[in-house]
């Protein structure tokens, strides 16, 4: 089986911005799917990790593309796996247009942790390593994901998660902080720039009802760090961190 | 050509609620892309008419489902034209489960209005009134659409339209009023009862910023009337209606 996966797509009307371009939360959710997918097809996807008592869990996130396909426009997504290490595996994803282009790429860390536990697995060992079997060299030419901190102390926005926000898990999911992270930003910001590349890590759920606080801090060459944190027992903790360039 | 246009879908993953059922808003959407495939295929898409300098817009939309469909689980959606009058059409839908099984119907009313001038078009004298030649007498055993009124006057909640709100007519899409609305109800309602049918009524456009304000009444047999209305220049004028009913 080719290990590079290839996923067909139309950018829908409700799945575009007032631009007429692809939302990122949309090719966001685009690229998980094909995660699963992918996975899934090689006998490592959620549904036979699940039978196990085994799950998927995505740690970073970052995209970067040079431009969005269009209203009604095809596009596909490929994705491969890169690296497989104890706990994390790195998958990458290069987004194709209509005509065959390379328009973007992102780069995903994941683990796999044990469902009752909590605690994740050695994927060395599960299945007996069979998982490398699919390591590719496929280029994906962007940054991988760093290391972000966010130093403001000053509130721009909180809100209440609802029943909308909530997976089957039971979580805030991963797509919904992307929007809510973009809904920051005025739309003036999307009218005269793009989103060149955004990337996020997940540090912790958070859960319906939870009340979300989001800091700001503007960095240097259209760069924002935004850190969520939820109310704890013991103040404030982090629940994810981004970081968006328009361009 | 047919006159039921027929599409299939599967229920992504990060399109179910926490139940693990298929969330009323990714089917909404789903309807109104059906709506768009099945008059594209037939000349009388947006596409074809937005040439033309023409559109279709939604009035009204009803959904009453026996069930949903659960995660990864196939589903099709079925549509047909049953009426077409001067100045609107009404547009059926079936939701089909993988067994073939009818588990939920849908009615929705669409007007074409010209884009220059914002004035509904006749639509017995659109393309010689040529749409008139799918009107289909498929069964759809729902109630139609019904007047939805509002008599609160205490404001449930209020929330300002960001970016994710905004489609490419620079409005609040249509979907999105819908997860709105369905935000209001504690995630216990979700995880006792469902929503057993929808429906919403567009009265006017909402836009980027605009402050939109949440009405709610509790009326019989677990149904609730919830009118979203914007502040205007002359106080707040209504959005949309809707009527939620739980079972």
């Known amino acids: 089986m080719n290990k590079i996966?290839?996923?067909?797509?139309?950018?829908?009307?409700?799945?575009?911005?007032?631009?007429?371009?692809?939302?990122l939360g949309v090719l966001g959710n685009h690229l998980l799917n094909c995660?699963?997918?992918?996975?899934?097809?090689?006998?490592?996807g959620m549904a036979t990790l699940n039978e196990d008592n085994y799950t998927w869990v995505l740690s970073r996130l970052a995209i970067e593309m040079d431009e969005m396909p269009r209203q009604y426009e095809d596009f596909s997504v490929q994705t491969w796996v890169e690296n497989v290490y104890r706990l994390f595996?790195?998958?990458?994803?290069?987004?194709?247009d209509k005509d065959g282009r390379r328009i973007g790429y992102a780069r995903s860390v994941w683990a796999m942790i044990n469902m009752s536990t909590r605690r994740p697995v050695d994927l060395l060992e599960m299945?007996?390593?069979?998982?490398?079997?699919y390591i590719c060299d496929e280029p994906c030419p962007i940054e991988k994901p760093s290391r972000i901190k966010v130093k403001s102390t000053e509130t721009a926005c909180t809100l209440r998660a609802r029943y909308s926000d909530i997976d089957v898990n039971g979580h805030v999911n991963s797509i919904r902080y992307i929007e809510h992270i973009?809904?920051?930003?005025?739309l003036d910001f999307y009218r005269t720039r793009r989103v060149r590349r955004f990337?996020?890590?997940?540090?912790?759920?958070?859960?319906?009802?939870d009340l979300l606080s989001f800091y700001i801090d503007e960095e240097e060459d259209?760069?924002?760090?935004?850190?969520?944190?939820?109310?704890?027992?013991?103040?404030?903790?982090?629940?994810c961190r981004a970081s968006v360039t328009f361009v």
Do not use: M
Not at 182 to 186: I, K, S, T
């Open 127 to 133: 299945h007996g390593g069979s998982i490398t079997d």
């Open 199 to 209: 990337e996020i890590a997940y540090v912790a759920e958070s859960y319906y009802g």
């Open 182 to 186: 973009l809904d920051l930003f005025p």
């Open 35 to 44: 995660a699963g997918f992918h996975a899934t097809e090689r006998g490592f």
């Open 222 to 239: 259209g760069r924002y760090a935004v850190e969520i944190r939820k109310k704890g027992t013991e103040g404030e903790e982090p629940v």
């Open 5 to 23: 996966g290839n996923y067909r797509f139309v950018a829908e009307p409700f799945h575009v911005d007032f631009t007429g371009r692809l939302t």
């Open 89 to 96: 595996t790195d998958r990458n994803f290069a987004v194709v």
